[in-house]
């Protein structure tokens, strides 16, 4: 007979994260940049104090357990509180992505039923145009102080933050509740139908934060400064906002600059060690460190994902720049991270080149998680890196079912991610393509990841995109789009030359177009359903 556990029973809940900190790492410093522009700094013991005003504010306005709040804001310090206080007194934190359509952002306030709005003065215009459209929300916060509200005459139930909070006291008495309680609810981008929701429990966020701190993740402790790119609004920034207190590391939120020269300017001042972002933001920051022959002096690691991280990139930060590139995979449905990779101490003695393509692969399973790649009619496939299927995952901190939906997410108890993926022997995944933009080509897949990869390792390509586009004997060919570097002349027949060197000669591009820019969605990937609407019968 199993015999019971015999330890107390004491749940894993967000605001046991921001006490402890609070508790031990009361004196560490939190650094935000004001929307308005100035770095605001603060320590844990001041962002916990303010986080139960904010706990108590939102009660005084009549909200309880199961409430919904919307934000609408950039990674600063008063959204971390807003993380706290809602999640912490048992509200359901909904963090919305401004760079979604309006019509998408109504949608979803509606549909998370949410009743109040945090938003920050750069989404005012935002907010005027939808508020009439979202009939729940009764209170529209602007995360300001009095001096800094933006104008917005007519909106009813406009409050300002600081105005907000300033009355109510610094004592709040966290609730205990089951750490299965939804705490945070965030939305898919819906590049297909309506966008849909994964509603996060405590005890996923917990455990994701503590996983995320490990050293084979993105490793962070006491002894780091870190700097999250990746945004508040979209899957939890990764959990870092709920990593860095629980082991006391500084943490510096950029707010709304998220250009290469700010962000550059930002790591130099803060002594930044850690940031985590998507590969976009990290090749315009590259850009500009080139650029003007810069190098970083504190930081020592980036976290990489939402996007494949291109191999050339990788060489790039760890053989010029001394940064190592830590590449992981994860979806809304994940909560934040469920795999990542790493120079393991049997690939430590491989030639450079052959470490960036293991470390361009997505990675490892955390511990946590389990994943596998099936075939069409579900069965396992090998894990020999090349028998690639769909990706399904399952973990403590993988999605059931989406909001509000009646029906289980899951098959036999996996996740489909939707992603085409290999596993080799030692576990690396790696992501192929998503289902929908793998090109299919003569009943043979192309991978349009791997073409892009191989597209930016030459000297002259800014930026790639590869989609699949009809053809009238192949069922589809791929389709090259480049952004040049500037001040470059790389030619379409320079591209396939090096393109067929490098890849199976029936990969080799049918055609090859020179673009100014690429069409970047609301989480920072090329939006490829754009480019097939626009170039998608350029072979018929
Ligand atoms: P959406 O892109 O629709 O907003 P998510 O933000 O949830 O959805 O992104 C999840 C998807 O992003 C994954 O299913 C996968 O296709 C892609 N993705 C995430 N990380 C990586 C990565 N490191 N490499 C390649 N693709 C990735």
């Known amino acids: 007979m199993l015999q019971p556990g015999l330890m107390m029973d004491r749940p894993l809940l967000v605001s046991g994260i921001i006490e402890h900190a609070a508790g031990q790492f009361g004196d560490v410093e939190i650094v935000s940049r004001e929307t308005h522009g100035p770095l605001f700094r603060y320590t844990y013991a001041q962002c916990a104090a303010r986080s139960r005003k904010l706990a108590n504010a939102l009660q005084a306005l009549g909200l309880g357990p199961g409430s919904a709040i919307g934000s609408i804001a950039w990674n600063n ?3 971390m509180e807003a993380y706290y206080a809602v999640s ?56 300001s102080d009095a001096a800094n509200m933006p104008a917005l005459e007519g909106l009813t139930g406009l409050h300002c933050y600081e105005d907000l909070i300033a009355p109510h006291p610094e004592h709040y008495d966290w609730p205990d509740f089951d750490e299965r309680t939804g705490a945070a609810l965030c939305y898919t981008s819906g590049t297909t139908g309506h966008p849909k929701g994964a509603m996060y429990s405590h005890r996923a966020i917990v455990l994701n934060a503590m996983s995320g701190c490990m050293p084979g993740v993105i490793g962070i402790s006491a002894l780091d400064t870190v700097l999250p790119v990746v945004p508040m609004f979209h899957i939890n920034a990764w959990c870092i906002p709920y990593a ?18 700010s962000l550059y300017e930002l790591m130099e001042t803060e002594r930044v060690t850690i940031s985590a972002g998507v590969p976009t933001i990290w090749m315009a920051l590259m850009q500009h460190v080139e650029q003007h022959k810069l190098k970083f002096s504190s930081m ?46 049997k690939d430590q003695n ?18 946590g998680i389990d994943l596998k790649v099936v075939d069409d009619n579900g069965a396992t496939l090998p894990r020999d890196g090349v028998s690639q299927g769909e990706l399904m995952v399952r973990g403590q901190w993988v999605m059931s079912r989406y909001y509000k939906s009646e029906q289980s997410a899951l098959i036999d108890g996996w996740f489909p991610t939707g992603d085409i993926a290999t596993i080799d022997a030692s576990g690396r995944m790696q992501i192929r393509d998503r289902s929908k933009d793998v090109i299919k080509s003569g009943g043979e897949w192309i991978s349009s990841i791997d073409l892009e990869n191989t597209a930016l390792q030459h000297p002259g390509v800014a930026m790639a995109a590869v989609i699949g586009v009809r053809h009238p004997k192949w069922e589809e060919r791929p389709l090259l789009l480049i952004v040049r570097k500037p001040d470059t002349s790389v030619s379409r027949e320079d591209l396939l030359a090096f393109l067929a060197e490098r890849v199976a000669k029936w990969w080799v591009p049918d055609e090859v177009l020179f673009v100014d820019t690429l069409p970047v969605g609301g989480t920072g990937k090329v939006q490829k359903n754009e480019l097939r609407k626009l170039y998608g019968g350029v072979f018929s």
């Open 77 to 79: 310090h008063r959204h």
């Open 350 to 367: 491989l030639p450079r080149d052959q470490q960036h393509a293991l470390l361009a692969k997505q990675g490892m399973s955390l511990f």
């Open 244 to 261: 860095t207190p629980i082991v006391g590391a500084r943490l510096v939120l950029p707010g709304p600059r998220l250009d290469g020269p």
């Open 88 to 143: 912490g007194s048992g509200m359901v934190m909904h963090t919305c992505n401004p760079r979604l359509a309006p019509d998408q952002l109504i949608y979803i306030i509606n549909h998370a039923e949410d009743e109040v709005m945090l938003f920050d003065a750069t989404f005012a215009p935002l907010v005027k145009g939808i508020a009439t459209h979202c009939p729940k929300v009764k209170a529209w916060v602007c995360l």
């Open 300 to 345: 020592r690691r980036t976290a990489v994902g939402g996007s494949a991280m291109p191999q050339a990139l990788i060489a790039k930060f760890r053989d010029d720049y001394a940064v190592e590139v830590r590449h992981g995979w994860g979806m809304t449905e994940t909560t934040a991270a469920a795999t990542m990779g790493f120079i393991t101490p």
